[in-house]
């Protein structure tokens, strides 16, 4: 069950009739040399931590240790409802989620990486979010968990997931891919589907930069988070209804990872550059 390439993967979901997930779950057991039930134990355990992580800043809120985020999740949260709320739904929890991950992290929670620990609200932040308004059982999202495992797997492989080397698309555009890819097997695609939406996904954050102000993964951090999960979303929405992709994720991966390696170094996660020089930025940080 050994794949190198979503190429590859795709050959092993025709030929085994299955989705991604289940070629992952069985890759998982193969190469990890763990039973299925292993398996899916330790991945509803990841699902746990994510639920935990994206809940807890919601009611109480904290305080990050660089003191540049804390609360925003509540804040969102409280505005939902409101009539002068404009996003509602999934899209409105999931930039909840995101944002209360990014604060559970940053303040030294447990949190899942996925793929990073500054990326780690994308995910759980859409999958939470279709599961509460869909009434999804934990085993499908477990199984949704399973294919973004895939995606991540493959940039790792054959790209970065590291904003130091390639920016934050390599980061928030990776988990954006994920989250995409995960949700549209979720609500019942096909895994050509789930490809297509994770190369828009990744193609809609291309160039995207790593600055964070004083070297810190809070800020701009959190608001790429809910930025991805949203960007997830509409890849999601895209690929369900049959809207194709011009270039296949493999070769996306191959463009982000190019770019990655241009983009200059005070804009690599080196706080030299972008947010992280602006002047309001410097100040808040001592200069």
């Given at each position: ?26 890759r ?30 919601v009611?109480?809120?904290?305080r990050?240790?660089?003191g ?9 949260s409280?505005?939902?409802g ?5 996003a ?31 990326s ?19 085993g ?23 904003g ?11 988990a ?37 102000v ?7 951090c ?15 929405e ?31 996660e ?18």
């Amino acid at each position: 069950m050994d794949f190198k390439s979503a190429k590859e993967l795709l050959e092993l979901c025709a030929r085994e009739n299955c989705a991604i997930s289940e070629i992952m779950l069985r890759r998982e057991c193969t190469e990890g040399e763990t039973s299925r039930e292993d398996a899916i134990k330790r991945m509803a355990r990841a699902l746990v931590i994510m639920r935990e992580s994206a809940a807890g800043p919601v009611y109480s809120p904290v305080r990050s240790m660089g003191g540049l985020i804390g609360g925003a999740a509540k804040k969102l949260s409280g505005h939902a409802g409101s009539p002068g709320s404009i996003a509602g739904g999934v899209l409105g929890r999931a930039m909840v989620y995101s944002l209360a991950v990014l604060e559970t992290n940053a303040s030294m929670g447990l949190i899942v990486a996925a793929p990073t620990a500054g990326s780690a609200g994308v995910v759980p932040g859409l999958l939470l979010a279709l599961q509460d308004c869909r009434s999804l059982p934990d085993g499908a999202v477990v199984s949704a968990l399973f294919n973004a495992g895939a995606v991540g797997y493959l940039a790792m492989r054959n790209a970065t997931v590291a904003g130091a080397v390639g920016g934050c698309q390599a980061e928030v555009g990776v988990a954006s891919a994920m989250a995409a890819s995960a949700a549209v097997e979720l609500m019942g695609g096909t895994p050509e589907q789930c490809l297509t939406a994770a190369s828009t996904a990744l193609t809609n954050m291309l160039g995207l930069v790593c600055d964070p102000v004083g070297g810190l993964v809070e800020y701009p951090c959190q608001n790429r988070n809910a930025a991805g999960a949203a960007n997830a979303l509409v890849a999601a929405e895209m690929a369900l209804s049959g809207i194709s992709q011009l270039i296949p994720f493999d070769e996306m991966l191959d463009t982000m990872y190019a770019v990655g390696r241009r983009i200059p170094l005070e804009l690599r996660e080196t706080a030299l550059g972008g947010c992280a020089a602006a002047p309001s930025a410097c100040a808040r940080c001592g200069g």
